[in-house]
């Protein structure tokens, strides 16, 4: 067979040799991906209001929504605060 009369793999055949590409190339990515939708979904799964006692206070009738988002805004923000507190550290550490 010459050249000129081999097929040539369609688009589709072409596009599925670099399906995984971006997979490989951005694990990190495609698990952040992953925690935001299954983020999602637990929050919308809770819709309904609810009451919370903090000390002296009790809140009623607040959504469950609204306490998810703000629980894990709070760890987000604790987790990247000890993130940085580590790393300025490590990096003070290793400069003595």
Same mark, same amino acid.
């Given at each position: ?6 097929? +040539? ?9 670099? @399906?995984?590409?971006?997979? =490989?190339?951005?694990? =990190? ?42 629980? =894990? ?7 990247? @605060? ?10 003070? +550490?290793?400069?003595?």
């Amino acid at each position: 067979m010459d050249d000129k009369t081999a097929k +040539k793999p369609s688009l589709v055949a072409r596009g599925g040799r670099k @399906t995984g590409h971006w997979l =490989m190339t951005h694990p =990190m990515g495609a698990l952040q991906i992953l925690l935001v939708i299954m983020a999602i979904t637990v929050v919308f799964q809770n819709l309904e209001p609810t009451s919370i006692d903090i000390l002296f206070w009790t809140l009623m009738d607040i959504p469950k929504l609204v306490l998810l988002m703000v629980s =894990m805004l709070f760890g987000a923000l604790v987790w990247e @605060t000890l993130r940085r507190v580590l790393r300025r550290h490590s990096t003070a +550490k290793q400069e003595h």
